[in-house]
């Protein structure tokens, strides 16, 4: 052996086993690192995804007309555009390539890139409907024909948001686990409401850019909150509204109880006969609102009208005191004939009381319709004269129709479709509820009758059923030195200053069954009004006292929810369920 060969160093082989644990210790910490990475990406695509969520959720609550105008909605829809598709780019990193080709983490891969890439269209498509929306309600809009133009531009784009919305592909919905097939859910859920409030938007604008087009008649019923009805103040007065080439003219306003409908010339038939006949609503106009059903009541004065006047009507809309005030807002204040001044802060006062400070019963009411009728009519005469935006008017109107404080009916069946679609037909669904004081004392004293509703549901082990109770707390607050239009007595009921007498009506779903009054109190009406059940019973509250009325009933086992309905109240029916408070201002679901 050379010298050289002594001194190279003899190699070394690792045995096979050794060799093995170290490849795949390598394999091991390539993995382990490609995990890590994949764990990376997924992160930070969530947090994208779910800051851009945030985005959405903050500019859904920015879309109102005057948000619009602002560009309220705009910036954070463009930033959830730019996260989600960052998301998606993330989502669809080479790294994720491996998952891709399994067959059930694959499916879900695939299932969370396609939503976060339909979320960012649905956020493109959101900056380009708001940037639209954003110019037709900024430019200035004069009287007549304008208005029509933008209302028919608002509707088209509302079509066009919606048919690009339905052209995303939303990606695989089945077998998907749990978190995944949840959010998927979500998003279609979203989607599909997000399309659904767009199609309903176009048809009322489409609808009520056909009624400012005209020319056509509409009966006007102007209700008085100070004397409730169910969801609505009591039918005190009626115009005739015409409109033609985009501008309305009230004329004609008259007491509603000089123009009664005579005895059966106008038939009542079906649940509002059977529950409320005996109170004539087809005769009395401040009987109309009995059944909060303005689907119903919307027809009934339509025919009550032409028996009366001999004049056919194209459709019904009632306003209230809340809708003067809502318009005053948009057109400023106005000034009658006697020179009172009257604006958005002091119309609900002067309508609900001030109107009638002074008057007793043996007054003519003449000056106090014609003073309702001038305030109607000065409204709409600047809302026609003046060079309004549309902003604001689409703000007042969703502010008015939101609490049944405008509701409307169409003898139309497309246009009373839109008014259905879009909230302001004041029709019940089968998942209605409602507690309504309809005032029978001939005053003026729901202003100062304070209504609470507490709502208490409880299953019960022995029937399966859920037991539920409805607590009604009535408190008079009725101050002294009131005039007796307004405190009464009414003459020939036998009540006192200040006493409230009517019915206390509640509608339930007509999956509540065994309706009653807790005590053995009186029942008055007891059955199925439209798609809901209503009872009705007596109250009797003095001034300064309080009266507490129980409904009971029951709920088939297990989940469910009901749609609390605007009572329309000037101070709102206040509800207490499991902790909660909440207010009937507007509509809002509570659920077991």
Known sequence: ???????????????????????????????????????????????????????????????????????????QLRAAAAEFTRAKSLLDSPLLAPIDILPVLGRQLRSVQDLAGAAAQVSNIGVTAVTEAKTVLDAPHQAGTDRITALHRLALLGQLTDAALAKIDTGPAHALIGPVASKHDDFIRQLDQTRTKLQHASAVATAVAGILQGPDQYLILMGNNAEMRAGSGAYLEAGLLTTANGELHLSGVVPTSGIPAKPGAVVVTGDLQTNWGWLLPGVDWRNLGLTAQFDVTGPLAASMWQSVTGQHVAGVLAVDVDTLRQFLQVTGPVTLPDGTSLNADNVVQYLTHDQYAGLT???????????????????????NNESLDLKSLADAMTSATSG??????????????????????GQLSSNSAMVALINRGGNKLDQYLSVQADLSLTPSSGSGATRGSLTVDLQNQTPPGQSQFIAGPYPGL??????????????LPPRASHLQVA????????????????????????????????VTFELPAGHGSMTVVPSARLAPVSWHYRGAVHSDATAFNLSW
């Open 1 to 75: 052996m050379s010298g050289s060969d002594q001194r190279r160093p003899r190699r070394r082989h690792l045995p096979w086993s050794r060799r093995k644990k170290l490849i795949w210790s390598a394999v091991g910490a390539v993995v382990v690192l490609w995990l890590i990475a994949v764990a990376v990406v997924l992160a930070m695509g969530i947090s994208d995804a779910s800051h851009a969520t945030a985005e959405v959720n903050a500019a859904k609550n920015n879309l109102s007309a005057a948000d619009l105008v602002s560009g309220g909605p705009g910036p």
């Open 361 to 383: 019963d043996s007054d003519t009411s003449k000056v106090r319709v014609d003073r309702l009728g001038a305030i109607a009519t000065a409204s709409l005469d600047a809302l």
């Open 404 to 425: 049944r404080h405008l509701l409307l009916w169409s003898a139309d069946p497309a246009a009373e479709s839109a008014w259905q679609a879009g909230g302001v037909g």
């Open 494 to 507: 036998g009540t006192s200053y200040g006493e409230y007498v009517g019915l206390l009506a509640v509608n």
């Open 519 to 550: 005590g053995g109190a009186p029942v008055d009406v007891l059955g199925a009004e439209g798609p809901v059940w209503v009872l009705a019973t007596p109250v009797d509250v003095h001034a300064g006292a309080t009266q507490q009325i129980v």
